[in-house]
T-cell receptor, first 113, second 115 residues
Framework: DQQVKQNSPSLSVQEGRISILNCDYT??????FLWYKKYPAEGPTFLIS?????DKNEDGRFTVFLNKSAKHLSLHIVPSQPGDSAVYFC????????????FGGGTRLMVKP | DVKVTQSSRYLVKRTGEKVFLECVQD?????MFWYRQDPGLGLRLIYF???????EKGDIPEGYSVSREKKERFSLILESASTNQTSMYLC???FGTGLFRNTIYFGEGSWLTVV
């Protein structure tokens, strides 16, 4: 049973527009959330994170929103660039249970020029 | 910069062979991990280690074993490779404590094909 789900396997967006990637989780004990970005034939790289005490964290073009009551987080990329085309994984952890990360299945983002 | 190095990028092995995947990190991280990535399934944890000679099973340990004899090195072993172990394998490491303990750093991955 997947505790972290990314229900959209792929997303296509025009360059300059907003990309919104979604992630849902079921474990209410998760208290820290991360997004990773992965290019083909490379390992994932850390992008941005958010603690459960916040509902928003921003870093340049990337913003992560957390809705604890809905057990939902989203990553917004504004404006989207062709170089953002990659697979994005969300991950969650419970800091009281060893900080292990549980990953979602990933969403492939394609930004068209 | 954190460097996690996986020794082999691409391997082709025969069914039944013993396979070793090696990983080295240079940041003195306490924690090391092995994941596999399969389409639609995301990253699934095989094994992890929080200290030298310590290991813990992850979500899918069957058919795998690990070895951590030195802090910087974590090896994944496929005792008898099978075709369903064809996948991309990712090694990662992280600090054991502190503010950034949740952030794990990945290597570039090893593509294993079992024929």
């Amino acid at each position: 049973d997947q505790q972290v789900k990314q229900n959209s396997p792929s997303l296509s967006v025009q360059e300059g527009r907003i990309s919104i990637l979604n992630c849902d989780y079921t474990n209410s004990m998760f208290d820290y959330f991360l997004w990773y970005k992965k290019y083909p034939a490379e390992g994932p790289t850390f992008l941005i994170s958010i603690s459960s005490i916040k509902d928003k964290n921003e870093d340049g073009r990337f913003t992560v929103f957390l809705n604890k009551s809905a057990k939902h987080l989203s990553l917004h990329i504004v404006p989207s660039q062709p170089g953002d085309s990659a697979v994005y994984f969300c991950a969650a952890s419970n800091n009281n249970a060893g900080n292990m990360l549980t990953f979602g299945g990933g969403t492939r983002l394609m930004v068209k020029p | 910069d954190v460097k996690v190095t996986q020794s082999s990028r691409y391997l082709v092995k025969r069914t039944g062979e013993k396979v070793f995947l090696e990983c080295v990190q240079d940041m003195d991280h306490e924690n090391m991990f092995w994941y596999r990535q399969d389409p639609g399934l995301g990253l699934r944890l095989i094994y992890f280690s929080y200290d030298v000679k310590m290991k813990e099973k992850g979500d899918i340990p069957e058919g795998y074993s690990v070895s951590r004899e030195k802090k910087e090195r974590f090896s994944l072993i496929l005792e008898s490779a099978s075709t369903n172990q064809t996948s991309m394998y990712l090694c990662a490491s992280s600090f054991g404590t502190g503010l950034f303990r949740n952030t794990i750093y990945f290597g570039e991955g090893s593509w294993l094909t079992v024929v």
